[in-house]
């Protein structure tokens, strides 16, 4: 699906009709559809490169926007915004303004200087609101996970010896005592990928989600 604007509704008329191929300018493209919420192929490209640099900073910026990229920041998106509605649903309270703007600060910070986050505002065509958006949906949606998880069970002394006993060739001879702290965390974490993967998987199946746009296509072609 594509969003189109007339160009009658841009230019004064200037004499005679439009021809064919300038009825119209290509706003955007809607590649999903999640609850109604649309999710557009610019607002893809936007969370890909503030992923980069969340992730590794100025420098995640030399980093290619591939098409197998673009389809794993689209999936991102579409749990973030199945998130979301469930944190409205649950009525999770909003972050505030004052952590919106040390949020802001600390993506600021990722760059090696105010003027190169200028110029990455400036190439990209980026507001700051719409940085600070995102920024504030990441931890909205990561305080309602974290609400989640609190109901996970630790992580048992039982669980911890089984692990030891089944792997105990791995740890080079190490005592339990040694390595059981890196073993009760190694096995809590895998517990809490996977609370989160089935509860984020029930909430999408229970959601109205289209994809259509294969972003990994040869040409982006409709799925």
């Known amino acids: 699906m594509r969003l189109w604007i007339g160009l009658s509704f841009l230019l004064p008329a ?3 009709p439009l021809s064919a191929g300038e009825q119209g300018v290509l706003v955007d493209e809607v590649v999903a ?7 557009t192929h610019s607002e893809v490209r936007e969370e890909a490169l503030l992923i980069l640099v969340e992730r ?3 420098a995640g910026l030399d980093r290619e926007i591939t098409p197998a990229f673009l389809a794993e920041v689209l999936d991102f998106l579409i749990n973030q915004q199945v998130l979301l509605d469930e944190a409205r649903r649950v009525e999770l309270p909003p972050v505030s303004p004052d952590e919106v703007e040390q949020l802001l600060a600390g993506f600021r ?7 190169a ?4 505002l400036l190439e990209h065509g980026l507001a700051e609101s719409t940085i ?4 504030m949906r990441h931890l909205r949606v990561e305080r309602l996970k974290a609400s989640k998880l609190r109901v996970v069970a630790p992580v048992t002394d039982e669980a911890v010896r089984q692990y030891y006993e089944k792997n105990r060739a791995r740890f080079g001879g190490a005592d339990i005592e040694t390595v059981s702290g890196a073993i009760r965390h190694k096995l809590g974490q895998q517990t809490r990928d996977k609370v989160l993967a089935r509860w984020i998987w029930d909430l999408r199946r229970r959601s109205e989600v289209k994809v259509l746009v294969d972003l990994d296509a040869p040409g982006g072609e409709e799925p």
């Open 132 to 135: 600070s958006e995102v920024l």
């Open 56 to 58: 590794r900073g100025q």
């Open 14 to 16: 200037i004499g005679g």
């Open 33 to 39: 559809v999640v609850n109604k919420q649309v999710i």
């Open 109 to 115: 910070d990722r760059f090696s200087s105010r003027e």
């Open 117 to 120: 986050y200028a110029r990455f």
